[in-house]
């Protein structure tokens, strides 16, 4: 979150004015939409953008940004086929 405050500042080299912080994506990009503001959200958000806004969306560079996931489970945890299919749902977003 601190990196892309950084980032905003520095593309506009002025401070800046508002804050908002969201525990949701949904409403950061709502705060967006009914503002003249922008924000950075995941790849896999976009679809969650109103149509008629899609068009300002820009993607970042590639390798340009990383997130570790890790999936952490007791090791007595039975069922191992929801781990794999949260695994394979979870790379497959990931590889679009």
């Not at 506009?12 to 503001?37: A, C, K, N, W």
């Not at 570790?68 to 090791?75: E, G």
Request: net charge positive.
């Amino acid at each position: 979150r601190d990196q892309i405050i950084e980032l905003c500042q520095a593309r506009h080299h002025m401070p800046s004015h508002y804050y908002f912080e969201s525990g949701s994506i949904d409403t950061l990009i709502r705060i967006v939409d009914s503002t003249s503001l922008m924000t950075i959200i995941p790849e896999m958000a976009v679809e969650f953008v109103p149509a008629h806004h899609r068009s300002q969306v820009k993607p970042l560079a590639k390798g340009a940004t990383s997130r570790k996931i890790a999936i952490a489970v007791r090791r007595t945890y039975v069922k191992n086929s929801i781990i794999n299919a949260l695994k394979e749902v979870i790379l497959d977003r990931v590889k679009r």
